[in-house]
């Protein structure tokens, strides 16, 4: 008689379906009823903390832009996750993450292990479920697929240990086998922003995350050339939506109103593609906005679009939108090239002078491919790589939406998985790169050929920043003996310490022009000294 099928077999066939092949996880006890004798179709990538396990699947997911799959280990390794899991909301990133539960027949009486996770990760998944009956599991991960990809987040499902070799049910699962999204733009909300835009004599573009999409930079091309109108691009964002090496783009927008303000005076009309209006850090009194200045978005997220200071807000899909603005607004000559000052390249440290942020990233600059991806996570010097290296293809520039750190480090790992032949070049400070450490572990392991740029400045410099403008002492020390290269060592990889500006400058002609094709990474910890100046 052949054996019963299980809820096991049936979730394998959804992942298979689903195209769910790789599942990054850090297993526990609740998970091995699931993970023994995986299948060889499903591969299974290890990251050593829950943190780097979610990183790794956010990169993968937005290097594929599809959903990734994770499996969590129950309440400690859910908890360990909850950062991570919000990074990936906030980047958009869709992922299936199943989470282990203790064994549904003693529950109740909380045996070790067992953990109250619905709620655990807040209201940051997109969707979480608790199959009632063991036979609702396939079609739970059926349904977090979709969940995860209209969401854009991390969809949960959590499964009782026991529930993998429970009989599957012989009823169809509750979830179409294809989901179609409608990405048309409507004609109404298209002459809406005509009707503003046509009647401005300088307006002015803005791209957000949500802009970064191959089609979408297309059609904010199309646009911005049919307006002769600047380009600028929202600041602190997890993505860019825009060549930043177009004669058109004016620069990353001042994440204060004071110098928004003074950023947006010459301007009557402003067009957010793929952001909201407007995103800010730090505080600043007075109005948002310049007064007259007329706002307008574009954008397929809710919530953005809820939450943006605009006279009007499109919910669509803000390329196929681009695309047909450009097509029915009259061509003008509009502002012409935008203004960017490009900041010359700094002289050469003398011989007995530090590097400096600036050294490292104007060689980088000098170097990258135009197709690198490049993953920032270096706080105190991100002003200064935006206005040193342009993204010049979409993908080109990924960061933390939120500023989470420990992202940078395994979410370029599974970028470099998800698109080997893409440079890969995570920049990253070097209190950051700590938080997710032992990702460089797994980018070993699974032939992620990332070259990680760690700024070595021994402190967190940007927190240090922060005290002195608030005029008090910072409680909290540098860790100048940190040796980040002692500890990538330490987990295989491959690792340099760089102090010497012309050093520097021989590593990066050696490494930078073939990042494309490494399959092994390679961590440059570089010295610099640290920078005296942070205006966001
Ligand atoms: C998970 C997490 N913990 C703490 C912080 C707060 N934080 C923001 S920047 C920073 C210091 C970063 O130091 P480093 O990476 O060395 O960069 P530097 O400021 O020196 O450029 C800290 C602790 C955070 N953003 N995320
Ligand atoms: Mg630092």
């Given at each position: 008689?052949?054996?019963?099928?299980?809820?096991?077999?049936?979730?394998?066939?959804?992942?298979?379906?689903?195209?769910?092949?790789?599942?990054?996880?850090?297993?526990?006890?609740?998970?091995?009823?699931?993970?023994?004798?995986?299948?060889?179709?499903?591969?299974?990538?290890?990251?050593?903390?829950?943190?780097?396990?979610?990183?790794?699947?956010?990169?993968?997911?937005?290097?594929?832009?599809?959903?990734?799959?994770?499996?969590?280990?129950?309440?400690?390794?859910l908890g360990n996750a909850v950062g991570a899991l919000a990074t990936a909301r906030l980047n958009r990133a869709p992922l299936v993450v199943i989470v282990g539960q203790q064994d549904r027949r003693h529950l109740a009486s909380e045996p070790f292990t067992a953990g109250r996770l619905a709620g655990l990760a807040g209201d940051y998944?997109?969707?979480?479920?608790?199959?009632?009956?063991?036979?609702?599991?396939?079609?739970?991960?059926?349904?977090?697929?979709?969940?995860?990809?209209?969401?854009?987040?991390?969809?949960?499902?959590?499964?009782?240990?026991?529930?993998?070799?429970?009989?599957?049910?012989?009823?169809?699962?509750?979830?179409?086998?294809?989901?179609?999204?409608?990405?048309?733009?409507?004609?109404?909300?298209?002459?809406?922003?005509?009707?503003?835009?046509?009647?401005?004599?300088?307006?002015?573009?803005?791209?957000?995350?949500?802009?970064?999409?191959?089609?979408?930079?297309?059609?904010?091309?199309?646009?911005?050339?049919?307006?002769?109108?600047?380009?600028?691009?929202?600041?602190?964002?997890?993505?860019?939506?825009?060549?930043?090496?177009?004669?058109?783009?004016?620069?990353?927008?001042?994440?204060?109103?004071?110098?928004?303000?003074?950023?947006?005076?010459?301007?009557?009309?402003?067009?957010?593609?793929?952001?909201?209006?407007?995103?800010?850090?730090?505080?600043?009194?007075?109005?948002?906005?310049?007064?007259?200045?007329?706002?307008?978005?574009?954008?397929?997220?809710?919530?953005?679009?809820?939450?943006?200071?605009?006279?009007?807000?499109?919910?669509?899909?803000?390329?196929?939108?681009?695309?047909?603005?450009?097509?029915?607004?009259?061509?003008?000559?509009?502002?012409?090239?935008?203004?960017?000052?490009?900041?010359?390249?700094?002289?050469?440290?003398?011989?007995?002078?530090?590097?400096?942020?600036?050294?490292?990233?104007?060689?980088?600059?000098?170097?990258?491919?135009?197709?690198?991806?490049?993953?920032?996570?270096?706080?105190?010097?991100?002003?200064?790589?935006?206005?040193?290296?342009?993204?010049?293809?979409?993908?080109?520039?990924?960061?933390?939406?939120?500023?989470?750190?420990?992202?940078?480090?395994?979410?370029?790992?599974?970028?470099?998985?998800?698109?080997?032949?893409?440079?890969?070049?995570?920049?990253?400070?070097?209190?950051?790169?700590?938080?997710?450490?032992?990702?460089?572990?797994?980018?070993?392991?699974?032939?992620?050929?990332?070259?990680?740029?760690?700024?070595?400045?021994?402190?967190?410099?940007?927190?240090?920043?922060?005290?002195?403008?608030?005029?008090?002492?910072?409680?909290?020390?540098?860790?100048?003996?940190?040796?980040?290269?002692?500890?990538?060592?330490?987990?295989?990889?491959?690792?340099?310490?760089?102090?010497?500006?012309?050093?520097?400058?021989?590593?990066?002609?050696?490494?930078?022009?073939?990042?494309?094709?490494?399959?092994?990474?390679?961590?440059?910890?570089v010295a610099v000294a640290p920078d005296a100046v942070f205006t966001p």
């Amino acid at each position: 008689m052949p054996e019963r099928r299980t809820v096991r077999d049936a979730t394998l066939d959804v992942f298979r379906r689903r195209g769910l092949t790789t599942l990054f996880s850090n297993p526990g006890s609740t998970e091995v009823p699931f993970l023994v004798g995986l299948p060889d179709d499903i591969r299974f990538v290890l990251a050593l903390h829950e943190g780097s396990v979610v990183g790794m699947a956010t990169g993968w997911a937005l290097g594929r832009g599809e959903p990734a799959l994770v499996v969590l280990h129950t309440l400690a390794g859910l908890g360990n996750a909850v950062g991570a899991l919000a990074t990936a909301r906030l980047n958009r990133a869709p992922l299936v993450v199943i989470v282990g539960q203790q064994d549904r027949r003693h529950l109740a009486s909380e045996p070790f292990t067992a953990g109250r996770l619905a709620g655990l990760a807040g209201d940051y998944p997109v969707w979480v479920d608790q199959p009632v009956r063991p036979q609702d599991v396939p079609g739970a991960v059926s349904r977090a697929y979709h969940e995860a990809e209209t969401g854009r987040g991390p969809a949960l499902v959590i499964v009782p240990m026991d529930d993998w070799g429970a009989p599957a049910a012989d009823e169809a699962e509750a979830a179409p086998a294809r989901l179609l999204r409608a990405a048309a733009a409507d004609p109404e909300a298209v002459s809406a922003l005509a009707a503003l835009l046509a009647g401005s004599a300088k307006p002015a573009l803005v791209a957000g995350a949500l802009a970064d999409e191959p089609a979408t930079w297309e059609a904010l091309v199309g646009l911005a050339e049919r307006l002769g109108a600047p380009v600028y691009q929202e600041s602190f964002g997890a993505r860019a939506g825009f060549p930043q090496d177009h004669p058109l783009f004016a620069g990353h927008l001042p994440a204060d109103r004071t110098r928004l303000r003074a950023t947006l005076e010459p301007h009557d009309v402003v067009l957010v593609v793929g952001g909201p209006a407007f995103r800010q850090y730090p505080y600043a009194d007075g109005p948002l906005l310049p007064e007259g200045v007329r706002v307008a978005v574009v954008t397929d997220d809710p919530a953005e679009a809820h939450r943006s200071a605009a006279e009007l807000a499109v919910l669509a899909p803000p390329g196929a939108v681009c695309a047909e603005l450009a097509l029915l607004l009259p061509a003008s000559a509009g502002g012409g090239a935008a203004s960017l000052p490009h900041p010359a390249a700094p002289d050469a440290p003398g011989p007995e002078e530090p590097l400096r942020a600036a050294h490292v990233l104007a060689a980088l600059a000098e170097r990258l491919p135009a197709d690198a991806i490049v993953v920032e996570e270096t706080p105190s010097s991100r002003p200064e790589l935006h206005a040193r290296i342009p993204a010049r293809r979409p993908l080109g520039f990924v960061s933390a939406a939120m500023g989470g750190l420990g992202f940078a480090l395994p979410a370029a790992a599974g970028l470099k998985m998800a698109l080997p032949e893409r440079p890969v070049v995570a920049v990253v400070g070097d209190g950051s790169s700590l938080y997710s450490i032992q990702a460089l572990w797994s980018a070993v392991h699974y032939r992620a050929g990332v070259v990680y740029v760690i700024l070595v400045n021994g402190a967190y410099t940007v927190m240090d920043l922060l005290a002195a403008q608030a005029d008090g002492g910072a409680p909290w020390p540098a860790f100048p003996d940190v040796d980040v290269a002692a500890v990538a060592a330490g987990l295989g990889c491959p690792a340099r310490r760089l102090s010497g500006h012309d050093e520097l400058l021989r590593t990066f002609d050696e490494v930078l022009p073939r990042a494309g094709e490494r399959d092994e990474p390679v961590l440059l910890a570089v010295a610099v000294a640290p920078d005296a100046v942070f205006t966001p």
